[in-house]
């Protein structure tokens, strides 16, 4: 170490002593020591003393040079303004922070000011009261009780699978002092049984980040709306469970909802000046708590509570992240996870377009790091955000990603979304929810094995017909590809495409019998290839049949499944010739109906011209016909198009007027 060096260093100790101790001086100092002639100097103004005086919170402007630079600051701060594009990050800090983030600036060649207008607009916001039934002018966010009540509507029309429960209450319920519970909402098809690995989300546990907790209900609404009509949503569902804590901070969102910028918990014992009381949940967990990246200033937006999970609503998400995944993690922190270790955590926070993983509080690579990094790279391929490793700045410890990987040896992540706290509706919608929603869907599709799938290729783009006659055959074409990863920071390895395969109704998790597809090319060596293969329908029930594809890649590792549904028989066709009469009724193909193992059923029925007759698709429940579908025009042609389920089914013919012979075309 050169003698400049060592000087630098010491006089940045030096002066940020002075800085520490200047507002307690009255003059301050005349002549202050500096690391770098012509360096800006650590000491405190006498507008940042009087900032510190009147606001233990100030919002800090720091224009910065790089991309690099906003990276390692949204990593250690959640912004409150600001972005790379615009040069300049604000962030809401304490006096220690802000005289940390002096020195590192020094280092950095960043200016760091604080700004008065910002902080006196954060802390007015501070003050208005609790309760509000709308967020006023964020129309597409919902408050908590609207949140809540649209989970209970879920579990109200898709009972067999969605549940909605208590995980505990929050500090302001615990205190008697009204609050919430704390609610999951649980996601699977109930009617299939056996274990089942799990996709847990976290959302909106910093209270006035309101983009994560309506992205997370809106995922679960995509998901339930499109069981049954999607394959690899209703595979999902049926092999898999949703687990979604949609407000993890309910309490403090209360305080957010009425337009405070409240990053907080209420708990209320510790009192503030300003108002800025509660602690910072995201410092509170119990892994590596206290060791960096938090303050024990209660009135600091990072303070980590008087000790580790003292906090309720830390305890309820420790338990139940527990209850979630089992521990496949040694003690020791270089113990890695099994590489087929089942599960994915997220926890979804606002904004700084990120993907995130541990470790936070150390600059050491966790045990399962390159498969983390693997995955949050492929994650990040779908929303465009930045891959990175937790830490930056400083270290931030007490985190829930920490604390799932470490105590439990789960993938895990935290997603940083978006522009803004308060992310414009036209922002949220157009950008922000459909990129991410995206990103969820491959972490639930990986959930089986994240650790393995997420570096192996995709099977895309599946196409076959909808509908195949009984006996017949089909071609099968999809697209693998090992190349949807997001290299803006570091680059993945690229592997080949070597093989592929497909699964009829049995998946490969469950013993399925793989069948070989080949490369549209000759051969596979590419990092993507068109693929595709014959399939027999010769042994199959007529009815909804699901097809799933993989891929694998030069190193033997697979890739997670891509399904589609194809209905067998659906191109047969049967005419039925009948006579009725005015207000009388034909069935065909008799009154006993036929058997049905599921599919389209489409029927079109014509009569003798002048006539009316209507045509009614009918279901047999065990004791009585119900109708199903029905096609009551005012002419002689009716036409039925119904995707049914398995059971007994006839047609009903009825003369509404008229009478004479009739064909009816049924196709399945």
């Known amino acids: 170490m050169n003698r400049a060096t060592v000087r630098f260093g010491l006089s940045v100790v030096l002066s940020t002593s002075l800085l520490l101790s200047a507002c307690s001086q009255m003059p301050q100092p005349q002549a202050a020591p500096t690391p770098v002639a012509g360096s800006p100097s650590l000491v405190a103004t006498a507008d940042e003393c009087s900032a510190f005086q009147n606001h233990p919170v100030v919002v800090s402007r720091i224009d910065f040079r790089t991309e690099r630079d906003w990276l390692d600051i949204v990593k250690t701060f959640e912004p409150v303004g600001g972005g790379p594009k615009e040069g ?4 809401d800090v304490g006096r220690e922070d802000f005289e940390r983030l002096r020195v590192t600036g020094l280092t950095r060649g960043w200016t760091i000011r604080i700004d008065a207008a910002e902080t006196q607009k954060h802390s007015g916001s501070l003050q208005r009261p609790l309760g509000s039934l709308s967020i006023s002018g964020y129309s597409c966010y919902r408050t908590v009780e609207e949140t809540y009540a649209s989970a209970q509507n879920l579990v109200t029309q898709y009972p067999n699978l969605a549940t909605w429960s208590s995980i505990g209450p929050t500090w302001l319920k615990s205190k008697g002092r009204g609050g919430y519970d704390m609610n999951v909402l649980k996601l699977t098809n109930r009617s299939v049984t056996g274990a089942k690995p799990r996709l847990v989300i976290t959302a909106s546990i ?90 024990t200033d209660p009135c600091n937006e990072t303070y980590r509570g008087v000790s580790a999970g003292s906090e309720p609503e830390v305890q309820n998400l420790q338990t139940f992240l527990k209850s979630a995944f089992a521990d496949n993690r040694g003690p020791a922190r270089t113990d890695a996870a099994p590489a087929n270790t089942p599960g994915v955590y997220i926890d979804i926070h606002s904004y700084s377009q990120l993907v995130l993983w541990p470790w936070g509080d150390t600059t ?36 829930t990603d920490d604390f799932a990987y470490g105590e439990l040896g789960v993938a895990s992540y935290t997603i940083e979304l978006g522009t803004a706290f308060f992310e414009p509706c036209s922002t949220f919608t157009g950008t922000t929810l459909p990129k991410n929603q995206a990103a969820l869907l491959y972490a639930l599709r990986v959930a089986r094995a994240p650790y393995q799938l997420g570096s192996g290729p995709d099977s895309l783009s599946l196409s076959a017909p909808a509908s195949v006659a009984t006996g017949a055959s089909f071609t099968l074409s999809a697209t693998a590809d090992s190349t949807r990863f997001n290299n803006s920071n570091g680059t993945e390895p690229s592997r080949a495409v070597a093989g592929a395969e497909y699964f009829v109704d049995t998946a490969p998790w469950a013993g399925g019998t793989a069948r070989a597809m080949t490369a549209v090319d000759g051969t596979f060596s590419s990092t993507q290839e068109a693929i595709r293969a014959t399939v027999s329908t010769t042994g199959l029930s007529a009815g909804r049949h699901t097809i799933y594809v993989r891929a694998r890649n030069s190193s033997g590792t697979y890739g997670p499944v891509s399904a589609l549904f194809v209905t067998v028989g659906g191109t047969t066709s049967t005419t039925y010739i009948g006579t009725v009469s005015s207000g009388a009724s034909s069935y065909q193909p008799s009154t006993t109906g036929f058997s049905y193992a599921g599919g389209t059923l489409q029927g079109a029925l014509t009569g003798p011209s002048g006539t009316d007759f209507d045509l009614y698709l009918q279901k047999y429940s065990g004791s009585a016909w119900a109708n199903v579908a029905a096609s009551e025009g005012a002419s002689s042609t009716e036409n039925i198009n119904y995707v049914a ?24």
Do not use: I
């Open 88 to 91: 300049y990050v604000l962030l």
């Open 645 to 668: 389920a398995s059971g007994t089914y006839r047609w009903q013919v009825y003369g509404y007027s008229g009478s004479g012979s009739y064909t009816l075309t049924e196709t399945r």
């Open 364 to 399: 050491a690579v966790a045990p399962n790091g390159t498969a983390l990094q693997s995955l949050g790279r492929k994650l990040a391929y779908f929303n465009g955000y930045t891959p990175e490793q937790s830490v930056g700045l400083y270290p931030t410890s007490g985190t």
């Open 206 to 295: 910093h209270a006035r980040e309101y983009t994560p907790a309506e992205l997370t209900t809106r995922f679960a609404e995509y998901l339930l709306s499109n069981y049954g009509k999607d394959a690899d949503v209703t595979w999902m569902l049926d092999t898999q469970e949703v687990w979604l804590v949609l407000q993890a901070n309910p309490d403090g969102r209360k305080k957010a909802e009425a337009g405070a910028s409240w990053r907080k918990n209420v708990n209320d014992t510790q009192a503030c000046s300003n108002g800025l009381y509660g602690a910072d949940l995201n410092r509170n967990f119990t892994y590596a708590w206290g060791t960096g990246g938090s303050s």
